[in-house]
């Protein structure tokens, strides 16, 4: 069982050694296996190529798995077999339609039309663009000397946008064996400099803006001149002039004139702010008043309506079931001042945020140079029933599960929302006694509320100050039953949280201001005791952990996201998260047990935690891309707690998110050496808690054709316990020896994106392992062609859903 997922990980990469791209060509037909751009100095070579329309297949050693896959479609592919039953399909829904006219009300007609209709729709992009594995593959590119000339002049004119006026690009073609070389030879010459910036003027009030806000312009002297720095410098323009109450104002009344000097290569730049045709200039517009209305669901209700007024708005109710201060603080539109087209749309955003309308729709009517707001919402539905099931992809096994949640919005008529939760579900974990993965079984349910605000402590004008951050407040309980063959462990959780973001969203706060939990552990396997009881025997206490316990907890959490991170067509962007914890704080007032006296039988803990986890995403074109984590966790148990954290709050070392080389929660720490099963050297039968964690992984993906993806990583990192472990020699943080101790694993993978869904597979091998005695944690060089995953469990296939980071 565990070599075949070995040997299907190389199936799934060896797929690429099929057949030739040049198989059964006619005898004038080439395929384009090169590119090649000549003469490219000063210009941006990666955009160039962005230009060419005939890109070369993907190859992996000659081929190409994309194609390979389009050729074993189009076997299964027969096109005026899709075409006559296009063409049948279509004259059985005309005929549907004509039987509907007789009898407009018969549901049967309704129901095979709509049938007709969706078949019809498949064939048509079935014959257009091919069966599903031909439109998962790629056809051979052949080469098409009209799209050839097309590139040709496709780069001339980006090269000419660019400030390369006198810029001439010429091709030619190599043929050797039906395939084909294309060289694109460009001759850039000087590129146009901006000389001067002239403004033409226009109405005061324009200027003076404009004049403040110049530092920002994309237009600089000295600079090249860039066709796409006019589009940019006046969708700026017009942001700003939209910002500063110009709500008639447009991009189209900006006009930019280019003088071109050929002798000197010098360009001068004029702007032209024209004025409008409706009146003499352009003139700012000021909110003389706002109203908001919530639309009835239906008509029933439309003599039931109540009139309200709150910091100089206007609602407008169906029912009295709103609070107007709690909407009024989600709008940053305020009569007497100046139209901003940005406070208009974080209006809606902060509206839409509340969960409480079905569309949030603001319109303005004018008159004069005064603006009324017309904020127009309908309410959505009153209870929600979510049911979800799934599989999660965990130690490389399957977990079903099943979860239900039930929202009832407006719970309180303050824009309250009261929430039901239940999930059930399996999850492979990797045993802490050595029997393996297996599945554990998990159930979680519980119940929160939802306040629109800060709900404690309470203070005057709170509501409408802080409004604009999106603030809410979250009280919730619940319960968690997890079963593992170790052990059966069940907690009873209560969370009060505060939740807020700044106006951009670039940066989300979250402060629990009470995380208190009940914690038992009703079953210990004998087993997995005597390893506890082994452990305690040589002075480590964790067996602390999993005595009853009450473990309470105050934390904070901020998540600054740089240009987007997560959606990753965008440039170069990252994410930092920062978080840190203080556990048993309470404590320090009472007077309680530690947990080193003798017959302790309730469990209590104190504990500080903190974590930084940095990740960075940087685009190298728009088929590759590097992906980059930093991540460092502390954790320090005091007090009471004599020396050990709750078992949740360890840090865990391995596995497919972390470290790929080495099982989950089996790395480290530090280098001790772990204890080992009937599997090997690297059959580590126990899991590694630890109290620090530093890791590092850098990854370089690869799009190689349609929904596949490659990637290349290595990752670095290691645990380490604070202070001395007697059971664990070496497994205690030094910084004299720290840096011996960072393991080290490479590997490759293999992605399938779909958008909705990203199906993982890494190859992940150890390279350096800490564990070993110094001069011996080499052990890459076990590598070899009659033992490619080196030795036995030193290679580990991961299988996950999702990006590692």
């Given amino acids: 069982m565990k070599s075949s997922k070995y040997i299907l990980f190389i199936t799934l990469l060896g797929i690429c050694f099929g057949c030739s791209l040049t198989r059964n060509l006619e005898e004038n037909q080439y395929v384009v296996y090169e590119n090649k751009l ?59 339609e004509l039987a509907e006219e007789e009898s407009p009300k018969d549901r049967k007609l309704e129901k095979r039309e709509e049938k007709l209709s969706s078949k019809i729709e498949s064939l048509t992009k079935k014959l257009e663009y091919g069966n599903a594995l031909m439109r998962t593959g790629n056809p051979v590119v052949l080469l098409d000397s009209n799209l050839t000339d097309k590139s040709s002049k496709n780069l001339e004119a980006y090269l000419v946008n660019h400030g390369f006026f006198d810029a001439k690009v010429d091709y030619g073609v190599e043929v050797k064996n039906q395939k084909a070389t294309v060289t694109y030879e460009i001759v850039e010459k000087e590129p146009y400099r901006i000389d001067s910036l002239q403004y033409r003027p226009s109405s005061e009030n324009v200027e003076a803006i404009l004049k403040a806000n110049r530092d920002k312009t994309h237009l600089k002297k000295g600079n090249i001149y860039v066709q796409d720095d006019i589009i940019r410098e006046r969708n700026r323009i017009e942001e700003v002039l939209k910002n500063n109450g110009f709500f008639m104002f447009s991009k189209s009344y900006i006009n930019y004139i280019v003088y071109k000097d050929t002798a000197k290569k010098i360009v001068n730049v004029e702007r032209i702010i024209l004025d409008p045709t409706f009146a003499e200039k352009h003139h700012a517009y000021t909110l003389d008043s706002i109203t908001f209305r919530i639309n009835a669901p239906s008509n029933d209700f439309t003599d039931r309506r109540v009139l309200r007024s709150f910091n100089n708005i206007d609602f407008s109710f169906y029912l009295d079931r709103y609070s107007e201060k709690v909407l009024a603080s989600r709008i940053l539109l305020q009569e007497g001042t100046t139209y901003s087209r940005t406070n208009a749309i974080e209006t809606q955003r902060l509206l839409s945020n509340l969960d409480l309308f079905r569309f949030v729709n603001i319109t303005f009517d004018t008159l004069g140079t005064r603006l009324r707001a017309d904020i127009i919402t309908q309410p959505n539905q009153k209870y929600q029933l979510t049911n979800q099931a799934g599989l999660t992809i965990t130690e490389q096994l399957p977990g079903p599960f099943f979860s239900t949640a039930l929202r009832n919005r407006n719970f309180f008529r303050a824009g309250e929302i009261l929430e039901f939760n239940f999930r059930a579900g399996l999850e492979g974990v990797a045993s802490a006694t050595g029997q393996g993965v297996y599945q554990s079984s998990e159930v979680n349910a519980g119940f929160a509320v939802i306040f629109p605000r800060f709900l404690i402590p309470f203070a005057p004008q709170a509501l409408q100050k802080f409004g604009k951050y999106n603030p809410n407040t979250r009280a919730q309980f619940g319960y968690n039953y997890t079963n593992r063959p170790e052990y059966t462990r069940n907690s009873i959780n209560g969370k009060l949280s505060y939740n807020w973001q700044t106006r951009d969203s670039r940066q989300i706060f979250t402060f629990n201001l009470a995380d208190i939990s009940y914690v038992r552990t009703p079953r210990i396997q004998d087993e997995f005791s005597d390893i506890l009881l082994e452990l305690q025997e040589q002075g480590n206490n964790l067996i602390w952990s999993f005595l009853p316990s009450f473990v309470s907890s105050i934390s904070g959490q901020t998540i600054i996201n740089f240009n987007k991170y997560g959606n990753f067509n965008t440039n170069k962007a990252s994410l930092l998260k920062l978080f840190f914890e203080s556990g048993g704080t309470s404590i320090n007032f009472f007077e309680t047990p530690s947990n080193d006296e003798p017959g302790i039988e309730f469990a209590n803990f104190q504990w500080l935690k903190t974590q930084i986890d940095f990740r960075r995403y940087y685009p190298v074109d728009k088929k590759q891309t590097f992906a980059y984590r930093f991540n460092f966790g502390w954790a320090r148990p005091y007090g009471v707690s004599a020396g050990i954290l709750p078992y949740e709050k360890y840090f865990f070392a391995g596995g497919g998110t972390s470290i790929r080389a080495w099982q989950a929660r089996r790395l480290g720490p530090g280098s001790s050496v772990p204890q080992t099963g009937e599997g090997g050297e690297y059959d580590y ?107 036995r469990g030193q290679t580990v296939f991961n299988f996950g859903i999702g990006y590692p980071f």
């Fill in 38 to 96: 000549q003469g490219v100095e000063n210009s941006d070579q990666e955009a160039l190529s962005g230009l060419l329309d005939q890109e070369p297949n993907t190859r992996f050693l000659g081929t190409s798995l994309g194609v390979n896959i389009y050729r074993f479609g189009e076997k299964f592919y027969d096109s005026l077999e899709i075409a006559d039953n296009l063409e049948a399909l279509k004259k059985e829904k005309a005929e549907i």
């Fill in 685 to 791: 039968t126990n899991e590694q808690p630890a109290e620090m964690i530093l890791e590092s992984m850098l990854e370089y993906r690869r799009n190689l054709f349609g929904y596949f993806d490659m990637a290349l990583f290595i990752d670095a990192g290691n645990s380490w316990m604070i202070g001395v472990d007697p059971a664990r020699p070496g497994a205690d943080f030094r910084w004299d020896r720290f840096y011996k101790e960072i393991a080290v694993g490479a590997g490759i993978g293999l992605r399938m994106d779909f958008d909705f869904l990203v199906i993982r597979l890494d190859l992940a091998t150890k390279a350096v392992d800490p564990s070993k005695p110094e001069g011996e944690r080499w052990v890459f060089d076990n590598i070899s062609f009659k033992s490619p995953f080196g030795r």
